[in-house]
């Protein structure tokens, strides 16, 4: 088993770099951030609950997040060699939660993956996002509300991860694939788990 954290502010490329990561592993993605979109898109209850918070900014409350993640697990993830968690933890009580979860599982986490990049950049690259996409939360005031609750709630796991001995920090600035490379051999270095041969 392989299970990995992407941490980082928003627009600091955690869904790009999941997407190589399951390619490359085999590894299930949850982004809680898709599925909530995925929610509001279809009209479900869930859906308008989190379309309230998302649209200014603000983070879907613990328990809810928390019953949400352990449904996903439980129903999409339970064959999986492992998981990307993609949004996931965002708070120190979502941490602890998820250390639980996969314990109940009788598994671990075995990384997490911080893509680090400088604040102007992110806001740059989150509106570029929301001309090229239409992301709804891409706006420059709701923009500027993520990255406060990401000071606030979300940093201080970094703290968290790296009393753990798990937190692997990784410069997220530069080209998609030196940013994968520097991913993976961290990866590599910290768990053992090797590349796949290609
Ligand atoms: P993301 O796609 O990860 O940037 O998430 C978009 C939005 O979904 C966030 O700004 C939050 O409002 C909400 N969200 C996603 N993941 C979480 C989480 N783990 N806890 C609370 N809210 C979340």
């Known amino acids: 088993m392989l299970n990995v954290v992407l941490f980082g502010a928003p627009g600091s490329g955690k ?26 898109k279809r009209g479900t209850e869930l859906g308008k ?16 997040m928390i019953r949400i993640l352990d449904d996903v697990l439980e129903k999409e993830a339970a064959d999986k060699v492992g ?18 979860l996969l314990l109940k599982r009788g598994t671990d986490l075995h990384a997490v993956v911080g893509l680090e990049v ?20 891409d706006n420059i005031d709701t923009i500027k509300n993520r990255l406060q609750v990401y000071h606030n709630q979300t940093a201080p796991l970094r703290d968290y991860y790296t009393k753990e001995g ?3 920090g990784i410069t997220g600035t530069g080209s998609v694939e030196e940013i994968y490379e520097n991913i993976v051999n961290s990866l590599h270095k910290a768990t053992g788990h090797p590349r796949k041969q290609k």
């Open 15 to 40: 869904g790009t770099q999941s997407e190589r990561l399951i390619d490359e592993f085999g590894l299930f993605h949850i982004s809680t951030g898709e599925v909530l979109r995925d929610h509001i």
């Open 49 to 64: 609950i989190a379309d309230s918070y998302i649209s200014r900014g603000q983070l879907i409350p613990d328990d809810l």
């Open 83 to 100: 998981v990307v968690f993609d949004g996931f933890p965002r708070t120190i009580p979502q941490a602890e939660a998820l250390k639980e």
């Open 118 to 137: 400088p604040e102007e950049e992110l806001v740059e690259r989150m509106l570029n996002r929301g001309k090229e996409t239409g992301r709804a939360d």
């Open 166 to 168: 798990k937190y692997l």
